[in-house]
């Protein structure tokens, strides 16, 4: 049996310590947060609600092959393709991206969508009743810039270096191409253009998808 006197010794030497450590550290906090505040709870783990994948059609292979290679089984090519309005699945160009979708609780693909131009996609989608599908017209955006250039050795040069990133490398040289077209019978590219001669066009652009650029209607050029 413990005697009194070391129990009550020991008792003190234990409030001794608390209470040192209370005078170093300070009280902890044991408060509870306010009414009405939410306890800081860990952010929810998101499952993607879809899994996609980008495939291309190779030089000489079918569309029902490549389907076939996402995954999809015979039957809903079949009623998928049969579904394409206006989409001729012989015809399909060679390099055309296919987006092929899927819910992430199912295993087969239940949204198809092929890019026919750059502005230009066809979903085919499939629901409880079959496949259907609806073409999608995505917006360009147009408007009016400035670019100026110095011949050094030819239009194209010029037109090059004034550009910068305004226009992409195709459309540079379609406004090369554009003002060659204007200047046709005053001035001869190749043979009258001289070093230091400047340029200055004002012409439409448009921006579209993917940053596709496109060169429009000139509205002025000078020499």
């Not at 010794?9 to 009414?35: E, H, K, R």
């Not at 699945?89 to 198809?112: H, I, K, Q, W, Y």
């Not at 360009?140 to 990133?165: C, P």
Request: charged share 20%; proline share 6%.
């Amino acid at each position: 049996m413990k005697h009194p006197l070391l129990a009550r010794i020991g008792t003190v030497c234990l409030a001794g310590a608390l209470a040192a450590g209370v005078l170093a550290y300070g009280l902890p906090d044991l408060s509870l947060p306010a009414p009405g505040v939410a306890l800081s709870l860990a952010p929810p783990i998101t499952v993607p609600a879809w899994t996609q994948q980008v495939d291309t059609l190779d030089r000489g292979e079918t569309l029902s092959g490549l389907l076939s290679r996402a995954g999809l089984p015979g039957a809903d090519i079949v009623g998928a393709l049969e579904a394409a309005a206006g989409f001729d699945s012989r015809r399909a160009r060679a390099g055309m991206p296919v987006t092929v979708r899927t819910f992430a609780a199912d295993t087969t693909p239940s949204e198809l969508i092929f890019q026919l131009a750059i502005d230009r996609l066809l979903h085919v989608r499939r629901s409880a009743q079959g496949w259907a599908s609806e073409e999608v017209r995505l917006p360009w955006t147009t408007d009016t810039i400035v670019v100026s250039g110095t011949i050094q050795s030819n239009l194209y040069e010029a037109i090059d270096r004034g550009a910068g990133d305004k226009l992409t490398p195709a459309a540079r040289a379609e406004l090369a191409w554009t003002i060659a077209d204007i200047y046709e019978y005053r001035v001869d590219m190749s043979r009258e253009l001289r070093e230091g001669d400047a340029l200055r066009v004002l012409f439409e652009r448009s921006v579209g998808p993917g940053g596709a650029v496109r060169v429009g209607k000139v509205l002025a050029a000078r020499f």
